[in-house]
């Protein structure tokens, strides 16, 4: 049988893993009767409830006489090191353009790196059937895109489609018959070559490991693509690392291959198939698993360096261990280590303390998706505000520079390029209006951008969407503002009272509700100035034997403001924490006690 291994790469949300959906149901990998969630790709919870992919996912369809690998990849840029890892697996891969949208950001980040592997691309675009479907502008953005990628002359006559993946079909032509996916699957038995490991069967077997998952029955399970030779099960094998050191020799006690959605046991794996191995207690993503022959290890794709970290400590709020069952710091550590492991865009180190921990990684979703997924185990965690790295080059700082894209009603564009080019220090690269919409690229300092993400919201009245991308690295351009509101500080333990949070309203906006629990340190309001003010919120109403007609009606408080997580780590200053349990999310300061608070504001920082 003939084997093709390909990738779908896309910005997010232009349709990629619909369409992987419907390639599974029309190559019959689904039974007729079979029941599939929507997005059967998405298969974690988080990916389900956000409507976007974190994790890479292999999947294989039989299409004729051949089998296709396919790869769905995600589109943001903080899961970047998944799609860096998996695009060395494949040789060929598909990229999904929305016939509206064009080329994005994410778009760009992907396809760099794919035609950096010299991988010819077949370029789909996706959603034709939209009122506001451009799909000739959409295709002359992706040739100008490739061109300043520096793509070759093979690179650069790329075929390219027309779909609807929600509505199954794609064709050559912009008005063909739009029945179903038959033209795309023989476009890429036709055109992504054969991998160019099926040459090399006879030689000693090698495999790169891409991804690590764990099964509980089996254990570690490493995936990745044959390179060379054969592998049965039960055979002995060893891991290298990067630099060639021996890190373990083990039998391989499983071999699994993607069959539709669901693995399957296999006997032998064949150079070019992609497979997941059990048996090892070690080896992990990177490393290179090999016969005992082999001196060797095969190239890992280097990945792009962190540019946030934040501090996960243990929660040591009065109200700690309320929630949670893991709260010691040797768990939450393991943990960290756990995940760093197979998420290799992810650093770890300890602090001097040794109760908390610096978690390095791309962006504020990648950190917020692993505090909630820590949050839904049942940890309990105090989180710091996320800081950029800097790095010195030739005697000077330079910092990370994002490029931000941002498609917003003409009305709203003022402020949003207000915002960006003043006091996060951006500089606006390119501007252009169509039918009502602006788009804006600025290249902002990834400081700038932490914490904007809800601020646009606001401004644009919810109708903007921003793009941002890792662009380069840039001399330091100056102090940014923070947060110009100060906060409302809770001076007593205890639940909180309605009449004392109504009293309270005219200082502020409120951030908890009645009968909250609520200590000392703790942040309960953004206050209407810029100076943090401690206030009672447990302050009840005094009684007396005098009733009047009005004055005992029913406190009517106004709504709290409630942080979700990405928008609580953003919000907090230097001297704050966020507190994460699985039932709560509460800001507060970093020292609880207001005169340890008062003294170390007096340090020189």
């Given amino acids: 049988m003939d084997l093709r291994n390909i990738a779908i790469i896309a910005h997010v949300d232009h349709g990629k893993t619909t369409l992987v959906d419907e390639l599974l149901k029309q190559s019959g990998a689904f039974r007729a009767n079979q029941a599939v969630a929507e997005r059967a790709m998405d298969s974690d919870d988080l990916e389900r409830e956000r409507g976007i992919t974190i994790f890479a996912k292999p999947t294989s369809v039989e299409w004729k006489n051949s089998r296709i690998n396919i790869v769905d990849t995600p589109g943001h840029a903080d899961f970047g090191g998944e799609v860096e890892r998996i695009l060395s697996m494949v040789d060929g891969v598909v990229l999904l353009v929305d016939a509206a949208e064009g080329p994005m950001p994410q778009t760009k980040f992907v396809?760099?790196?794919?035609?950096?592997?010299?991988?010819?691309?077949?370029?789909?675009?996706?959603?034709?059937?939209?009122?506001?479907?451009?799909?000739?502008?959409?295709?002359?953005?992706?040739?100008?895109?490739?061109?300043?990628?520096?793509?070759?002359?093979?690179?650069?006559?790329?075929?390219?489609?027309?779909?609807?993946?929600?509505?199954?079909?794609?064709?050559?032509?912009?008005?063909?018959?739009?029945?179903?996916?038959?033209?795309?699957?023989?476009?890429?038995?036709?055109?992504?070559?054969?991998?160019?490991?099926?040459?090399?069967?006879?030689?000693?077997?090698?495999?790169?490991?891409?991804?690590?998952?764990?099964?509980?029955?089996?254990?570690?399970?490493?995936?990745?693509?044959?390179?060379?030779?054969?592998?049965?099960?039960?055979?002995?094998?060893?891991?290298?690392?990067?630099?060639?050191?021996?890190?373990?020799?083990?039998?391989?006690?499983?071999?699994?291959?993607?069959?539709?959605?669901?693995?399957?046991?296999?006997?032998?794996?064949?150079?070019?198939?992609?497979?997941?191995?059990?048996?090892?207690?070690?080896?992990?993503?990177?490393?290179?698993?090999?016969?005992?022959?082999?001196?060797?290890?095969?190239?890992?794709?280097?990945?792009?360096?962190?540019?946030?970290?934040?501090?996960?400590?243990?929660?040591?709020?009065?109200?700690?261990?309320?929630?949670?069952?893991?709260?010691?710091?040797?768990?939450?550590?393991?943990?960290?280590?756990?995940?760093?492991?197979?998420?290799?865009?992810?650093?770890?180190?300890?602090?001097?303390?040794?109760?908390?921990?610096?978690?390095?990684?791309?962006?504020?979703?990648?950190?917020?998706?692993?505090?909630?997924?820590?949050?839904?185990?049942?940890?309990?965690?105090?989180?710091?505000?996320?800081?950029?790295?800097?790095?010195?080059?030739?005697?000077?700082?330079?910092?990370?520079?994002?490029?931000?894209?941002?498609?917003?009603?003409?009305?709203?564009?003022?402020?949003?390029?207000?915002?960006?080019?003043?006091?996060?220090?951006?500089?606006?690269?390119?501007?252009?209006?169509?039918?009502?919409?602006?788009?804006?690229?600025?290249?902002?300092p990834s400081r700038g951008l932490i914490g904007y993400h809800g601020e646009f919201l606001t401004d644009t009245r919810g109708t903007g969407v921003l793009n941002r991308v890792f662009h380069s690295w840039s001399p330091y351009r100056g102090p940014i503002p923070g947060r110009r509101a100060g906060v409302l500080i809770s001076m007593e333990n205890g639940t909180s009272v309605a009449f004392a949070l109504w009293n309270l309203e005219d200082r502020g906006k409120m951030m908890i509700g009645a009968q909250e629990q609520v200590y000392t340190g703790m942040i309960i309001g953004q206050h209407s100035r810029n100076n943090d003010l401690e206030v009672n919120p447990l302050k009840g109403k005094k009684l007396t034997n005098v009733r009047a007609s009005g004055t005992d009606e029913a406190v009517r408080l106004t709504t709290p403001m409630k942080l979700s997580l990405e928008e609580a780590i953003a919000y907090i200053n230097d001297d704050e924490l966020v507190e994460v349990t699985p039932n709560s999310i509460r800001l507060r300061k970093r020292y609880l006690d207001p005169h340890e608070r008062k003294r170390m504001s007096k340090k020189p920082s």
């Fill in 111 to 444: 396809t760099s790196k794919a035609l950096a592997l010299g991988l010819r691309p077949i370029v789909v675009l996706n959603k034709v059937d939209k009122p506001d479907a451009e799909p000739d502008r959409a295709l002359d953005e992706c040739f100008d895109l490739f061109a300043s990628l520096d793509a070759d002359d093979d690179q650069l006559d790329f075929p390219h489609m027309y779909a609807s993946g929600r509505n199954g079909w794609c064709d050559a032509e912009l008005d063909g018959p739009r029945k179903d996916l038959d033209a795309l699957f023989n476009l890429i038995v036709n055109h992504v070559p054969k991998p160019k490991q099926l040459a090399h069967q006879d030689e000693d077997f090698s495999m790169l490991a891409t991804t690590l998952g764990s099964d509980p029955f089996v254990g570690r399970l490493l995936t990745g693509r044959v390179e060379t030779g054969k592998l049965k099960v039960g055979a002995t094998v060893q891991a290298l690392s990067r630099i060639g050191q021996k890190i373990e020799q083990f039998r391989v006690t499983r071999i699994q291959a993607f069959r539709g959605l669901a693995q399957q046991d296999i006997e032998e794996a064949m150079a070019g198939d992609i497979v997941s191995i059990a048996g090892m207690s070690k080896a992990t993503v990177a490393d290179t698993i090999c016969a005992l022959a082999v001196e060797d290890p095969l190239d890992a794709q280097p990945i792009d360096p962190p540019t946030i970290t934040v501090t996960f400590g243990i929660n040591d709020s009065p109200l700690a261990g309320r929630d949670g069952k893991k709260v010691q710091s040797r768990v939450i550590r393991d943990r960290l280590h756990k995940e760093a492991e197979s998420n290799v865009a992810i650093k770890i180190a300890d602090t001097p303390g040794g109760d908390a921990f610096e978690v390095s990684g791309r962006g504020e979703l990648q950190m917020g998706v692993l505090i909630e997924n820590m949050r839904r185990e049942g940890f309990e965690l105090s989180i710091s505000r996320p800081q950029v790295i800097m790095k010195e080059q030739d005697g000077q700082t330079i910092e990370p520079i994002e490029e931000v894209t941002v498609d917003v009603d003409d009305e709203y564009s003022g402020a949003v390029i207000e915002k960006l080019t003043g006091p996060r220090k951006g500089e606006m690269t390119d501007m252009r209006q169509a039918s009502g919409k602006t788009r804006i690229v600025a290249q902002v």
